[in-house]
Nanobody
């Protein structure tokens, strides 16, 4: 069992930055990947970024490339999402998620691949 606590959201102005955190606890030795998704009311949840735990390999959605950076802290079993140059269209609830069951192949951009989810943290970007 893996528990996730995500945090770091807030209200900022366009062009500002935020860093989201997601701390994992429990059976973290099983974690294969930690990812970030976001959801706006009326829209489907969409993939933002993910980190493969064993290698640190990262995957990003097109809108995140060049602005967002995902990273991991192995000691603290924590993943971060550094978000720079935020835009109003980035406004959403951001949630972290963990893959800790065997998945072959790992489909990091697919929300259905993830086994545990954090509570979500609100990011609001104003013009």
């Amino acid at each position: 069992q893996v528990q996730l606590v995500d945090s770091g959201g807030g209200s900022v102005q366009a062009g500002d930055s935020l860093r989201l955190s997601c701390a994992a606890s429990g059976a973290t030795f099983n974690v294969k990947a930690l990812g970030w998704f976001r959801q706006t009311p009326g829209k489907e949840r969409e993939f933002v970024a993910a980190v493969v735990w064993s290698t640190g390999s990262q995957m990003y959605s097109d809108f995140a490339k060049g602005r967002f950076t995902a990273s991991r802290d192995i000691v603290q079993t924590t993943v971060y999402l550094q978000m720079n140059s935020l835009r109003p269209e980035d406004t959403a609830v951001y949630s972290c998620a963990a893959i800790h069951r065997q998945r072959t192949p790992l489909r990091l951009a697919d929300a259905s691949s993830y086994d545990s989810w954090g509570q979500g943290t609100q990011v609001t970007v104003s013009s």
